[in-house]
Structure formats: structure tokens, C-alpha cells
């Protein structure tokens, strides 16, 4: 889910996110643009949960429906996911992203991802990834952040594959929410004192309303924004607030495709001082107050949404308990758990733990396997252009280029194919965010 990263393995998700400053280190990949060459050819719980109460546009308090654990699924077909495998202790640095997905012969493609330690978000759909980096002095995390400190904010429209580098600000920044049209950052000084938040690709200062208000993505190209108590969901002008209550915090959002009028809310709520419960809310917004449609809770510990497949079917995040996984993922101690990505059928109200690769292989065996995105297809993957290839508004090698797309950007097929007149083929597609357009076939893998 956009915008959260695990604390600790914790039952909350969010807090750690959004005031993270440490971590960042220079990218090992080049942020650069491709060059201007192109090719062509160039178990159910004991107990009930605790029901939520009403909220503006609930009809009364929502009865709440139990997730358990089924059978597990492999890597859906036509489905790829960008997965934050690293963090402290864990296999790869903290901020490591892998794009995973099957291709046509059913091999797994894996991929690294531009991102940074600690200072990364993902769009939804995973066209976009916005990362801050620490470009001069010291803001590890592990120790003090130094007073020359510097930060670089870079902003990728290709899923990950390149991006755009912006002058560097003095101060330790992180980005925390990106969509289609616009990227937040916010930072602080070395000693601690917060700076203005900037709106990219402008970098102009922009001042939030209610102060200290946290971003998020509420659709493909719309931010809302959670009050600093993370009661309340601020959606603008047109809807009003979706509002909790208190002692309920939200803890993550993810938008239902390009509209964002169904969102799947993570909210917590704190029933004691040392018991937290965990639950997940489809919440409507197609009219002027957000509706809350329907509650889950889950045997265990928290979950994090990551995306929808469609109307009933989300890929998330969830903590399994060993004794619920089979062997030998799984173990009998009932004590342990694993985090795994996981396919929620909501129709049957079970959650489908994915096994493999995030069971036998590095560096997903001892990784965090956090989905942030999930991209569907069918897929082309560039390929073998030495440079990047051309996307054109027409199927001939005269029309105008829309875009040139990288080696290993992941395209969309989108089924049609087509001969010019002098004999050469084009495949139609659609770039990661979203344009489309013809390219030459012998430069991408299926």
C-alpha cells in the first residue's frame, strides 16, 4: 500500500512512512534518462470483532465479516507485482523494490526497481515511483543527520526503470505520496525542525490544508489527505470527510482504479492500552459523503492492501502465522509469522497466501514482500534495444514517436497487430502510464 512501510513487524503500518528520514543513500542505478537513441527494429476468531460504529454516510454501524486462511495460490496470470523485499536485517538494503511477474511461458521475470532507503512511494497501479535520496552529507538513519545535509528527489513515469533527477534541497527530505500529476516531499532540517513540503515537478513550496495534514493517493491522478491524528479522510471540495471516530486510526488507503470512487480503508482500532485491532473497510465515495460498504477483520495479525484485481478480488500483504502455511513454508510453532503478498477473495471472505518465490528464494525468503503495486496485463517487456524504443501514433515507421521506453520497461498489450505497407509489424501497447501507442515487436519479450 502507497505511503507505509512495516514498523517492526508491528500490527501498525503507517506511522513509520510518513516521518521516516533516515535510510537514504545514493541509488546504485543511474537516475538518468535514456539516451536520445532509440531502436525500432532502432482460522475463524474466537471472539466477535468489535463492530465499527457509524461514520458521515454510513447507514448506522456495519457489521463486521470474518477473513480466514485458504489454500495457497500462485502469482496470479497476467499480474505483476512491485514488491519492497528489504528492510534492516533482512535480506538487501531497506528501500530494494523488485518488479515479479510470470511471463507468456510462465518463467518468473524479476526485475530491480529504481527507489532509495527509506524515501520511496509507489503509485497503485505502479506506473509511478517518486524516491529522495541523500546526495551530499549523512541522513543513514543510524546516525546523526549532518548539517551540510542534502537531498535529490527523483520521479520515475516508466514504473520504475528511469527517472528524472530534480535540484537537490538542503535538508533531509522523503517523498511521501505520489499520482500521475503531481509528487510531495516533505523534510527536515539536521537538527531536526521541519521545512516546507514541495510539489513537483514545479518544487514549489505548498502549504497543506489542515496543517500537517498526511498525503495520500485517493485515485490515479488525486490526492487526499489524512488529518495529522489519521482520524479523518479528507477528500476535497466535492466529498465530504470520512471520519472514524475516536480511538480508530487509518492506517493505509488503496483507490479502486483510475476513479478512486471505492476505496479499501486500513484502520486500526485501539479497544485497550495494550490490545489493537485491525480491520479493513470498502468505502464508497460515488456520492457527496464517503458510504462505509462493508468491514473485515482477520484471525491474526494486521494486513496491508496493495491493489484490486476487480470488484472482489484485492492482492495484498498479510501476516500468516507458520502453523496456517503448509510445509515446509510453514512450521508448528503458532508463535511465528511470515509476511507474505496474498490473494484476498472477498466473495469468500478467505485470504490465499502467494508461496512462491517469497518462500524459497533470495531475497524474498528473508524479506519484507511488501506489494505497493500491482500492474495488470497481458505484458511486453522492452527489450534488447541497446537504448530505448520508440512508442508511434500509427503502425509505420514515418508516424510521429509519442515516447522512447527503456530496456525492461514493462508494457501493456493491448491485442491488436498490425502489417505496414512495407511489410513490417507493429504491435499496439500502452506505456506504464497509460499512453499508447505502435512499436516494432522484435524489441519486446512476451
Known sequence: MLLKLALACSVLWAAIALSCSGGKTAPDASVTPPASASAEATQAPT?????PGASPGADGAVPVETLRVGAPVPLPDNVALIVEVGCWGCDGDFGRLVRIYRDAAGVLQETPLLAAPGGH?????????????????????????????????????DGGITATAYAPLDGDYNVVAVVRGVLLARGQTADGQPLPMRRYPSGDVFVPEPQDAIPVAAGWDEIAWLTADRTKLLNGPDIGPL??????QISGIQPDGVGGERLLVDWTDRVSDVELRCYASIVSRAGQLPRIERTFAADGFCGQPGSWLDADTVVATYYFRMVDLPSPAGSPDSRGTRLLPAVIDLKTRTIHPILEPFTSTSPYVNGRNTVLAVVQGPFARVANTGSCLNLRTEPRADAPVLACAADNVLLRLLGRDETSADGQAWTLVAMPDGEDGWVSPDFIAR
Open 47 to 51: 471472539s466477535t470483532p468489535q463492530t
Open 121 to 157: 512511494v509507489v503509485s497503485p497501479d505502479g506506473s509511478q515511483v517518486g524516491f529522495a535520496w541523500c546526495s551530499r552529507g549523512i541522513c543513514d538513519g543510524f546516525n546523526p543527520t549532518s548539517p551540510d545535509v542534502q537531498s535529490t528527489i527523483s520521479w520515475s513515469h
Open 243 to 248: 471520519d472514524l471516530g475516536k480511538g480508530r
